[in-house]
C-alpha cells in the first residue's frame, strides 16, 4: 500500500466523488484499494462479516463506463460503501450478526441499499454488529470486531463494524442502525461522524427491527458533509414504510457553511457534568461549547431532570418491543443465541406492564421537555458517551449483582437514547482524546426534522478544529 | 419499595411463557431484572397518569 492510496482511502466520500466526477480517480482503482485495504487490515479488525468483491468490481465496471461515456452522475456516483448486516441485500446473506440467520439470503435490497445504489454507490460488503443490533454480545457468532485506535477496547455497538470500517478507511462510507445510540455509539469510540435522523425520515424497510418506534438507519462517515450526503440519499417517503414521513427533503448540503453565528446553544447540565461523565470527557465538550461561542453561538446550561433515567426507559421500552421480535426464537432456539443477547431479551420478555406503562408515560414526559428545550434553543450539546471506549473484556465481565447490571447497562444509554425516545435527529462528532489516545465525542440534538440545522452547526465546528483529520494507529 | 424477585419467581414467569431458561441465565437474568424495575423506581414519584403513554405525539408531520 503506497502513502497515496492511504491518503486516498481517507479521503471523504463528497471528495472523492468529485475526483470520480472530474476523472481523477477510477471507480475501479478506488473499489480495488478498499478490498486491498480489506484484506490486508481486517483479519485484526472484523469490520466486515460478508466481503463482495466480484460484485463490487463490477458495479465499480459500470460506474467508470459511465463516467468516460460523460453520463450525468449522481452525488454518489462511484463511492465504495459499506453496510451494516442488518440491511436486506438482495442475493447476499443478510445475518444481523446471528447464527440464527446465517444462511439468510434476501430477495430484495432494504429501501436505503437501493437509494445508495441508485445514487451511485458500490455496495463492498456488509458489516459486523452486535447480535440483532442489541448490544451486549459476548462472543460474536462472525469475530470480536475491534476497535481501530487501540485492538483491546470496544469499537462501540451495535453498529460496530460501520463505525470501525470509516475509521480504517475500509469503506469511503457506511450505513448504520440506530435504535438507543447504535449509529452514534460506534461513531463516538471510533472518532468518526454518526449521524441519527429524525425519526421517520429515512425508511426502515428491509432492516431487521428492534423498536418499531425508535429504529432509524443512519449514515457514518469521515465529515460531517459525508453523512449529509449519505442522508441525501436515503432520506424520504417510502411507501414500503407507512411511517416515513412525507414532509420534503431539503438540500442538506446547501447550508453547511453558514456557520453558527446566533444559533442558540443548549449544553445538558446533567449529562455533561453529572458525576457519571469522565473529566476528560467534560472538558473536551467544554471546550466545543467555548468554540461554538467564539464561532458567534450563544449557550448556555440547561436541565433534562428525566435524562438521568433515559437508559432505564429506553430499555424498558425497546427491549421489550425486541422480546415481541424474538419471542418466537427464544422458545424454539435459545441455545442459538449469544449469551449476552439470550440474557438480554429473556430478561426483556418478562418485564411487567405496569412498569412498561410507567416507562412509556415518562417517555412522553422526557420528549416534551426536550422538545420544550428545542423551542428555544437551535441546538442541545453533551458528550456522546460518559467514557471513551472501554476495553473489550469489561463488556464479557459476569453480571453477579443488580448494581453491577445498572451499572453496565443504564448509565451510558443515558447519554444516547434521549434523542431516540424523543424522535429528534442527533450527531456524533469527534471532539478531542484522551491521553491514551482514544476518540472522544460530542453529541448534538436538533429538533425534528431540522437535520439541517445540525448539520450547519457540527459542520462549522468540524472545521474549526479538525479532530477527524486524525488516523488511528492500526490503519496505516 | 424495591423490587426483589427471587430467581424462583423468575423461573416460573418464564416457565408461563414457555421460555427455557438454563441455571446460569436464569442468577443473572434475575439481576438484570431486578435492576431495571429498580432503575425505574423514581418514575413512582412523577405526577404520570395525566400524560398518554404515546410514543408517537402532536409534532409528528403527517405519514400521509
Redesign the interface.
Known amino acids: 500500500m503506497t502513502a497515496a492510496g492511504a491518503d486516498l482511502a481517507f479521503l471523504g466520500a463528497r471528495q472523492l466523488a468529485g475526483l470520480v466526477r472530474d476523472r481523477k480517480v477510477s471507480p475501479v482503482e478506488l473499489t480495488q484499494l478498499y478490498l486491498d485495504r480489506i484484506e490486508r487490515l481486517d483479519g485484526r479488525l472484523r469490520a466486515y462479516i460478508t466481503v463482495l468483491p466480484e460484485a463490487a468490481l463490477a458495479a465499480a465496471r459500470r460506474a467508470e463506463a459511465a463516467v468516460m461515456r460523460a453520463e450525468a452522475l449522481a452525488p454518489f456516483h462511484g463511492i465504495p460503501y459499506a453496510v451494516k448486516d442488518q440491511f436486506d441485500t438482495a442475493g447476499v446473506r443478510t445475518t444481523s450478526g446471528s447464527r440464527i440467520l446465517e444462511d439468510h439470503v434476501p430477495a430484495a435490497d432494504a429501501t436505503t441499499i437501493a437509494r445508495l445504489n441508485a445514487a451511485g454507490g458500490i455496495l463492498l460488503g456488509k458489516l459486523n454488529l452486535t447480535e440483532f443490533a442489541l448490544g451486549g454480545t459476548q462472543q460474536f457468532p462472525f469475530g470480536q470486531p475491534r476497535n481501530p485506535w487501540n485492538l483491546d477496547h470496544d469499537p462501540g455497538g451495535s453498529s460496530s463494524g460501520s463505525g470501525i470500517a470509516v475509521a480504517a478507511a475500509l469503506c469511503a462510507a457506511s450505513l448504520g442502525e440506530d435504535t438507543g445510540g447504535s449509529v452514534r455509539s460506534p461513531a463516538s469510540f471510533c472518532g468518526v461522524v454518526g449521524l441519527r435522523p429524525t425519526w421517520?425520515r429515512v425508511s426502515r424497510h428491509g432492516s431487521f427491527p428492534l423498536s418499531w418506534?425508535?429504529d432509524t438507519p443512519g449514515p457514518l462517515g469521515r465529515s460531517v458533509e459525508d453523512a449529509a450526503l449519505l442522508l441525501q440519499a436515503i432520506a424520504g417517503y417510502d411507501p414500503n414504510d407507512?411511517?416515513?414521513?412525507?414532509?420534503p427533503v431539503p438540500d442538506y448540503s446547501r447550508a453547511l457553511g453558514d456557520g453558527v453565528r446566533g444559533l442558540r446553544v443548549g449544553i445538558i447540565r446533567e449529562l455533561t457534568f453529572g458525576a457519571d461523565t469522565q473529566p476528560e470527557v467534560r472538558d473536551a465538550v467544554v471546550a466545543v461549547a467555548r468554540k461554538l461561542e467564539g464561532l458567534g453561538a450563544a449557550t448556555e446550561e440547561v436541565s433534562l431532570r428525566l435524562v438521568p433515567?433515559a437508559?432505564?426507559?429506553f430499555?424498558?421500552l425497546a427491549d421489550a418491543d425486541g422480546a415481541g421480535v424474538h419471542h418466537r426464537w427464544?422458545?424454539t432456539r435459545?441455545a442459538d443465541y449469544d449469551?449476552g443477547t439470550?440474557?438480554?431479551l429473556?430478561?426483556a420478555?418478562?418485564?411487567?406492564s405496569a412498569?412498561q406503562?410507567?416507562?412509556?408515560?415518562?417517555?412522553?414526559?422526557l420528549?416534551?421537555e426536550m422538545?420544550d428545550l428545542l423551542a428555544r434553543h437551535d441546538v442541545l450539546l453533551c458528550p456522546t458517551a460518559h467514557q471513551a471506549a472501554p476495553p473489550i473484556a469489561a463488556a464479557r465481565a459476569?453480571?453477579?449483582?443488580?448494581?453491577?447490571?445498572?451499572g453496565r447497562?443504564?448509565t451510558r444509554r443515558s447519554y444516547v437514547t434521549p434523542a431516540a425516545l424523543a424522535?429528534t435527529p442527533a450527531i456524533a462528532v469527534p471532539c478531542g482524546f484522551t491521553r491514551s489516545g482514544l476518540p472522544i465525542s460530542v453529541q448534538l440534538i436538533a429538533r425534528?426534522?431540522d437535520e439541517a440545522t445540525l448539520l450547519r452547526a457540527a459542520h462549522a465546528y468540524e472545521q474549526a478544529t479538525g479532530w477527524s483529520k486524525r488516523r488511528p494507529p492500526e490503519t496505516a | 419499595m424495591v423490587s426483589d424477585l427471587t430467581t424462583d419467581h423468575v423461573a416460573a414467569l418464564a416457565a408461563a411463557l414457555g421460555l427455557p431458561i438454563t441455571p446460569d441465565d436464569l442468577v443473572e437474568v434475575t439481576h438484570r431484572l431486578n435492576a431495571l424495575v429498580e432503575a425505574l423506581e423514581p418514575l413512582a414519584a412523577l405526577p404520570l397518569e395525566t400524560i398518554e403513554p404515546t410514543a408517537r405525539l402532536a409534532d409528528e408531520p403527517p405519514a400521509s
Do not use: C, K, Y
Open positions: 421517520g418506534s425508535m407507512p411511517l416515513t414521513s412525507r414532509a433515567l437508559g432505564a426507559i430499555m424498558a427464544l422458545r435459545a449469551q439470550r440474557r438480554r429473556l430478561t420478555s418478562l418485564i411487567p412498569v406503562q410507567r416507562a412509556a408515560r415518562a417517555r412522553a414526559l420528549r416534551a422538545l459476569a453480571i453477579t449483582t443488580r448494581h453491577e447490571a445498572a447497562f443504564f424522535g425534528r426534522f
